[in-house]
């Protein structure tokens, strides 16, 4: 737990290097300040209904203090008196079943239709695609499109009320049931295995925006973080261009691919055009150090923790499911250095 609320320091605090995109954290995780087409739909909805309820709670709440002032005991002689006995009267009895009746069919119109405009939205053609894939404890996320593979970070454009241009999110599970939600961004929507769930989201803002898993998925499903990093569609396409190349393996690491192959960790994660590294168990690592965390955001991706993290996951993440692979310290050494020239 002490480590979860270090890593959320760890976010608010980061100062990250120079770098074309929007920095700005997003870090409310708030209804009530979207963002977003749908998170701004369901804000809307959600300001009707409390607004009909604190009218039936002043009109509910006004009438009993009205009663409790007008009809109290105001003395010993109220004791012997007997109020009048009312059986039954048409008028209030139409009063508490027609109104209610009118309001419920009130909302369920207006939940109706946002529930269309949420499920059925109408795309534009130029609309993103991003297929987002929920492991224990992490995210896989493919752009279908561009033949683009990353994880946790899931890079978007900047869409604008004019000149629109939504992402459409494909949500899948490859384990148990997860939960993907991006407050400012959109709705809970769940990850179910073996069924695809469908969610768009349509950023008015650039940033870094924050979400978690939501959906009790085991021991770390606290620390299955989400980072929604919207960018103009320039920068963007910036981004996708440099997922596309395959960094070029330096002779100076030969030695920490080497080593990365050996220990079998090409077995559970893939690096494009390096033979042995074809796993789908864990993350791509084919453009590792290009993210600015690691462990699904338990912490940042940096020399230290990747260090940390190489010598033993389990310190960082306890209960993933990358096992200690008893490396030794010259085996970390050299994989990191190796690591971080996957850019
Ligand atoms: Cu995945 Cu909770």
């Known amino acids: 737990m002490g480590f979860t609320f270090a890593a959320l320091l760890g976010f608010l605090s980061w100062a990250p290097v120079?770098?074309?995109?929007?920095?700005?954290?997003?870090?409310?995780?708030?209804?009530?300040?979207?963002?977003?087409?749908?998170?701004?739909?369901?804000?809307?909805?959600?300001?009707?209904?409390?607004?009909?309820?604190?009218?039936?709670?002043?009109?509910?709440?006004?009438?009993?203090?009205?009663?409790?002032?007008?009809?109290?005991?105001r003395g010993p002689e109220d004791d012997h008196e007997e109020p009048p006995q009312v059986y039954g009267s048409a008028a209030i009895e139409l009063a508490w079943?027609?109104?209610?009746?009118?309001?419920?069919?009130?909302?369920?119109?207006?939940?109706?239709?946002?529930?269309?405009?949420?499920?059925?939205?109408?795309?534009?053609?130029?609309?993103?695609?991003v297929r987002i894939i929920g492991h224990r404890y992490w995210w896989e996320v493919r752009y279908p499109k561009h033949d683009v593979v990353t994880a946790n970070e899931i890079h978007v454009p900047l869409s604008s009320r004019t000149n629109r241009l939504p992402t459409q999110m494909v949500l899948e599970s490859a384990d148990v049931i997860h939960g993907f939600w991006v407050p400012q961004l959109n709705g809970k929507t769940m990850l179910v295995p073996n069924?695809?769930?469908?969610?768009?989201?349509?950023?008015?803002?650039?940033?870094?925006?924050?979400?978690n898993c939501t959906v009790l998925c085991g021991q770390q499903h606290a620390n299955m973080l989400i980072r929604v990093?919207?960018?103009?569609?320039?920068?963007y396409q910036k981004w996708l261009e440099s997922q596309k190349q395959v960094p070029v393996a330096e002779p100076q690491v030969a030695e920490g691919q080497q080593q990365f192959i050996a220990n079998s960790c090409g077995t559970c994660h893939h690096i494009e055009n390096v033979r042995g590294a074809t796993g789908v168990f864990g993350p791509d690592l084919t453009h590792f150090s290009g993210r600015a965390t690691l462990g699904s955001g338990v912490a940042l991706n940096d020399d230290q923790h990747l260090r940390s993290w190489l010598v033993n996951p389990q310190d960082l993440?306890?209960?993933?499911?990358?096992?200690?692979?008893?490396?030794?310290?010259?085996?970390?050494?050299?994989?990191?250095?190796?690591?971080?020239?996957?850019?």
């Not at 009118?102 to 695609?129: F, N, S, Y």
């Not at 069924?195 to 979400?211: C, D, F, K, S, V």
């Open 18 to 73: 120079a770098r074309a995109q929007d920095s700005t954290i997003r870090a409310i995780q708030n209804i009530f300040d979207p963002l977003s087409a749908p998170a701004e739909t369901l804000y809307q909805v959600s300001l009707l209904v409390m607004a009909v309820c604190a009218v039936i709670f002043l009109v509910v709440g006004g009438l009993l203090t009205y009663a409790i002032i007008r009809y109290r005991r």
């Open 97 to 129: 079943t027609v109104p209610p009746i009118l309001i419920v069919v009130m909302l369920v119109l207006v939940t109706a239709r946002t529930i269309g405009e949420i499920q059925h939205p109408k795309m534009p053609d130029a609309a993103e695609q």
């Open 195 to 211: 069924y695809r769930n469908t969610m768009w989201i349509e950023p008015y803002a650039t940033g870094i925006y924050l979400g």
């Open 229 to 235: 990093i919207v960018d103009t569609p320039e920068v």
């Open 317 to 343: 993440k306890p209960g993933c499911l990358m096992p200690n692979m008893q490396l030794s310290s010259n085996q970390v050494d050299s994989i990191l250095a190796y690591l971080r020239t996957l850019k």
